[in-house]
Structures are given as C-alpha cells and as structure tokens.
C-alpha cells in the first residue's frame, strides 16, 4: 500500500494550516484542517480501511510543558497523543481532499466529525489535555492537528496510517478510544502503510 499527501511530504514539516497551534505570543490558534491524503495499491481482500493520526513524541511528564523561563528536554521519555481515529472507512474511498474532515477548532470539541459516508471517528487526546478547562473542555472526536509544546526541544512527529481492514465494519461507535480500535482491529488488518509529518512550535527546534 501507499500514503501520500498533497500538503507535506514524507518526514517533512506540515503546514500550519493543518495545525491546531501555530507560532503566535507564543502560540495562536490555527486553521486546524485536516490534510489531503490519498491512497492506493490495496490487498484485493480489503473491505474497509482505517485511518490514525498519531504524535510519538509527547513529553510522558508535564512538568516543563509552556511554562515561561523552562524547556522540555528532547531526552524525556516520550507517549502517544491520539491526533484523529476513523473507522469504516469504505473501500471505495481512497482519497480525503484537505480540509474534508476538519476545518477550524471546535470549542469543547466537534461532536460529529464530517467523514466518508458510513464512517465513525473515535476521541482524540485534547478530550483529555483540555479536561477541566471551562472554555475549552469536552470530547473532541475526529480530527485536531498539532499543536506541541512551544518550549519542547524535540521535534514531534506524526504519523498518518492507513489500515487496510478484510471486514466491512468494525463494531465501533462514535467516541471510540485508541486501545479500543486497536482491539477490534486485531486479526484483520491486511495491510498499513504511513506517512510522517513533521512539527513544531520551538523557534529554536523550526530554525
């Protein structure tokens, strides 16, 4: 299988537009569409696919994170930040044109995502960065792009993926978690393939 965008290339920086942070005093908000992605060279067994956005390099304490006069340091142990999840993906589409999916940031989240027809979006993790937030707290489903620390000295990466699944349907429902996708996946997944983003809001990590 094959990955690609129109917006950024493999490993390379993507463009703020598709951010939910962008460089401001020190951080604005951003256009937050999703990116154009399109894929192709599908097992002939395929019957749906899945699609996840997903930051490894997410500080595992927040100690550090944006507080004036401090850094993250690119040598902290690092998790998962669930970017977007959607599932049921038909298998007739084999390409999301930018900002199909998201366009602007929803305060307290977007309760239905825009997806292909028949498709259902799990929660991402600003439900819980957010948490306790008045203005902005919520379930946020589908897709939020990034917005990493503007103090972290390590480059984030995020990687798309695309599943291609031998079932029709997976028995989601909308709000579903990462671990909870990656269970009703397992044993079906054909083929994957992925492409990586780069991004940061570090002028120090941008020069």
Known sequence: MQL????????????????FGKPGAPVALSDNQSPHLAWKDAP??????????IDVDVPSKADDVNIEGRTVPADLPRVEFVHW????IPVEC?????????????????????????SVQ????????????AAMGGEYLGYDGPCPPWNDALLHHY??????????????AD???LNELRAAMLGHVL??????????LNPAVQA
């Open 4 to 19: 690609r965008s129109d917006n950024f290339q493999n490993g390379q920086p993507i463009p703020a537009e598709f951010a």
């Open 44 to 53: 002939r067994q395929t019957r749906s696919f899945v699609l996840t956005c």
């Open 85 to 88: 999840l959607m599932a049921n």
């Open 94 to 118: 084999g390409e999301l044109a930018a900002g199909a999916c998201s366009e602007g940031i929803v305060a307290r989240g977007k309760r239905v995502p825009y997806g292909p027809p028949g």
């Open 122 to 133: 799990g929660m991402n993790d600003y439900t819980a960065w957010f948490r306790g937030d």
């Open 159 to 172: 990687h798309f993926r695309i599943h291609a699944l031998d079932v029709e349907r997976l028995e989601l």
């Open 175 to 177: 709000g579903f978690t």
């Open 191 to 200: 083929a994957e393939a992925d492409i990586v983003g780069t991004y940061s």
